[in-house]
DNA sequence: TGCGATTTGTCCGTATGTATT
DNA sequence: TAATACATACGGACAAATCGC
């Protein structure tokens, strides 16, 4: 009964697979920070013409994937320090919002539907399948703008969480397969079921520090 | 020694020319909501090919001033009552976060900066010139970004302007050039260059009422 | 300074896929 | 089911801008 957040077949089209494909490369570290990328090549690696390209490159650059410049070059975005700690602030404050949309929205339903996304991830976790891991922690993470019942909020986190999940990604590849901490969410769920909403937005906060810090490490020197 | 926010010329192509005279037809009202656009009528009546034309529409889907649903339609996005909330609620969220960025970081030469956007605003407001308004009184909420030198924060707020354009364009149409009120910012400013950012914060909760208040009354029943 | 090489940006004609009638 | 309209995609061409020599 788990609520997959796919996209919809109707909107299955060749420019939003090859965005799809090159933000999981990018995600995936295939197309590696800083690097140039020419049209053609890429047109003829992902076997399209430059039509649907051109069209995916505009998205991926309207979400900061990557960096165009006009009759210059395209590069692949090169994530810094600083862009991690910037994401998790962002982050912190249209999650919170959403808290406190959904604070008196919320139904058993939704409640049971949280829980569900909790024990999902547990399992990821317990298995140690670190990719599983990633999706369903990303899962979790939606629950709350899924909830919020916000539509302007929910298109903002969709263009945080891709980053999100390079970041998370790039914590696996560093590490292993040592993604989300086992039972890390435990109490941020069980806030999240309770009562008091100040206290889940300093949870939020919480979430948020112990993230940053487990990503952070992985940034040497850069700006 | 105002700073416009002007794009830079080197990234002045057809596409984003097109972009911006959508967005501009769209908040003008010339382009309806609801309305549907076909492809290469548009094409013919900006002159351009459908290749920019499909790029900038991209964008425009991008950030929900068109609804693109493929293979089927093109439609301008038609704003609700309730898209007005939403955006009113993460505009505050945003704005928010922007000051608590900023507070420590303020100069003295950010400080001239703000009271002269806010005088630039004032003028245009007193000579009654409400085009003029609406763009300064955008510039004067775009300090908060500027001085915050947070870039992910920067881009979600010129997501959010173009819809706040929209929405002053719209009650500008409706009650003739009653843009901003006249001296509505001098209190936001006033504690803007004050010390007290629990107080900064609340003004801005504040101010987003007063600004939902008025244009609110525009939309009737739907949704 | 200029010139060629490279790449992006743009145009056009055409073909295919999808939805609607 | 066929026909129509339109969005989508392809391929080839040229124009425009940038960069290196």
Redesign the interface.
Known sequence: MEALDLKPI????R??DVADEIRRLIIFGVLKGGQRITEVALAAQLGVSR?PL??AI??LA???FLIS????SLTVRDFTKR?LT??Y??RA??E??AFK?LWPKRTDDDIRDLRCRLDQLNDSVAQGDSAAGIERELHLHTWCFDVAD????A??WSRVRPHLHYYYALHQRAHGRSGPLRHAHDEYVAIACGDDLDAMLSSVAVHMQDGIQNVLPLFGDEE
Chains 1, 2 share one sequence.
């Open positions: 109707s909107s299955r089209t420019r939003s039509q051109r069209e505009r998205e309207e979400t900061g410049e006009p009759y210059k862009d910037e994401l602030s962002l404050a249209l919170q919002l949309e916000h539509r302007m909020l298109d903002a």
